[in-house]
């Protein structure tokens, strides 16, 4: 298992079936890939990117690519990753017209049956459900940050709900830039790390916190998903 205070992000986000046959296409329907556009500020020019479920053939490279991005407590991180990858719900963004991975979020769906003290474990003792998707680590190459991509794979929660047949999406976000990225898609507070706490991460690994501000643990309701958000991302 995993050392939890390396993971990159948490989402918790609660949504009610009979709404997913009004706003989004029926599960049965394949909903891969989902292609957005972004518009980039400093040349306004546009790209379109497409977010796709990795495929087995490409765990190796997902796994090298989450070992260059992603920390983790451990002598063998590629294996560890490629563990996580092999529950098969992973998604990827790749360079347009490659198979160069640009962009990665590893996905688990954790059971009420498995609860641990794990924060995002209490999404159980505040909404009914048995099961919840949750973001092991969400990556984007330094080389495409600030082209929308983090949203992108944020956002694509509410389609793996409604694919997995999922109510709750829930999850832990540990930097500065992705807590505001969570506020301004109305996520919810469900818990916060307190200043002690955080203070004793920082000395433990300062590289990883030294500019993180706070932890949180939020989580969003249906009614606070925006329309736009469902089976498609833009």
Known sequence: MLGRKYFIFVFIGVFVSEEF???????KKSLW???????????GKTI??????LHPSKYDDAAVFAAQHLKMNTSSPKMCWREELEKNISVVIFKPGTQTIIGL???DIRESMCKSNFVCDRIFDKFPV??????????????????????ALL???????LEQHVDVTASLFISDSSNRLADRLNYKCLDRMSSESLAEMKRDDPEKFNDCTEITCKYLTYNDVKPKAFCTIM
């Open 105 to 107: 979020n590893i996905l």
């Open 130 to 151: 048995d099961k919840y998707l949750t973001s092991e680590a969400l990556a984007v190459d330094p080389n495409y940050r600030r082209h929308g991509l983090g949203e």
């Open 33 to 43: 890939p989902i292609k957005f556009p972004v518009k980039l500020s400093d040349t």
């Open 48 to 53: 379109y990117y497409s977010i796709e479920k």
């Open 21 to 27: 046959a009004i706003r989004g296409e029926s599960s």
């Open 155 to 161: 956002r694509v929660h509410v389609t793996i709900c």
